[in-house]
């Protein structure tokens, strides 16, 4: 579904990304880790059209979308749930789902995405009246999943949705992911609870400065000694 070859990008006169490859199949939960700084928001950025790559390719269902803008590819069906939430925090919960759905694909059926959101994310619905600023940090959270879904995503790209969440959190996303794949969405998934998140992918990727130093199954990964000591500690 996504095919990204020897990506590049960066900020300014600064490089981040070298030379980064991955595939992400239909159907599949695909997970990047890696240190901090390690590029993995910077690749979800290129990615979603948010920053520009400098080289390479990014195809998705076989079309060229590197140069495109990232209206056009959220018109796709590639939907990105940014680091750090995002949300509006002076709108409610409900105004800032509806603004997952401006693209033309998810306004129709904005009112049925909008159940579907809430009957998936059942404390999402409680609080759909109250300011998006005054929910704790785990709700908010569940709310940007939930305004990434109502864009109506056919590849759902999740920059670190378990970031700074209690334990009871971080196993309620994982549930989330796994809901959201049966329901045919396919993700690439950024996570630092590299334990779990290999114990649930399909394939990962670890990113280390801007490149990909090692790559597959999530099992065969985690069995992997280089990798237990470096991201693991064991
Ligand atoms: N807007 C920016 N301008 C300049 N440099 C940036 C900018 N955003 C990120 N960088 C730099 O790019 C590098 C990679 O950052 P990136 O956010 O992609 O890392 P990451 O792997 O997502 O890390 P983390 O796990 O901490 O989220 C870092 O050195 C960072 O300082
Ligand atoms: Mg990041």
């Known amino acids: 579904m996504l095919e990204v070859r020897g990506l590049k990008a960066g900020y300014g006169e600064s490089a981040v990304l070298f030379d980064v490859s991955f595939d992400v199949p239909e159907g599949s939960l695909t997970v990047i880790v890696g240190a901090n700084a390690a590029g993995k928001t910077t690749t979800c950025r ?9 080289a390479g390719t990014i195809r998705f269902e076989g079309e060229r979308i590197e140069h495109e803008p990232s209206n056009r590819r959220v018109e796709r069906g590639l939907v990105q749930i940014p680091e750090g939430r995002r949300l509006f925090p002076f709108m409610t919960v409900e105004e800032n789902l509806l603004l997952g759905s401006y693209a033309r694909r998810a306004r129709a059926a904005r009112q049925q995405a909008l159940d579907e959101v809430f009957s ?32 109506r995503p056919r590849l759902l790209v999740m920059d670190e949705p378990t970031l ?27 996570e630092q609870n590299v334990k779990r998140a290999l114990s649930l992918c399909d394939r990962a990727y670890v990113l280390e400065h801007g490149q990909v130093v090692m790559q597959g199954e999530g099992e065969q990964l985690l069995g992997d000694e280089g990798l237990r000591r470096a991201y693991l500690g064991m």
């Open 164 to 190: 700074g969440l209690a334990p009871i959190f971080v196993e309620r996303t994982f549930e989330i992911v796994q809901e959201i794949r049966k329901h045919g969405v396919t993700v690439l998934l950024v």
């Open 120 to 151: 998936l994310l059942p404390r999402v619905a409680e609080r759909r009246r109250q300011l998006a600023g005054s929910l704790s940090g785990g709700e908010q959270s569940m709310v940007a999943i939930g305004r990434g879904l109502m864009a």
């Open 46 to 54: 290129a990615i979603s059209g948010e920053i520009e790559s400098r």
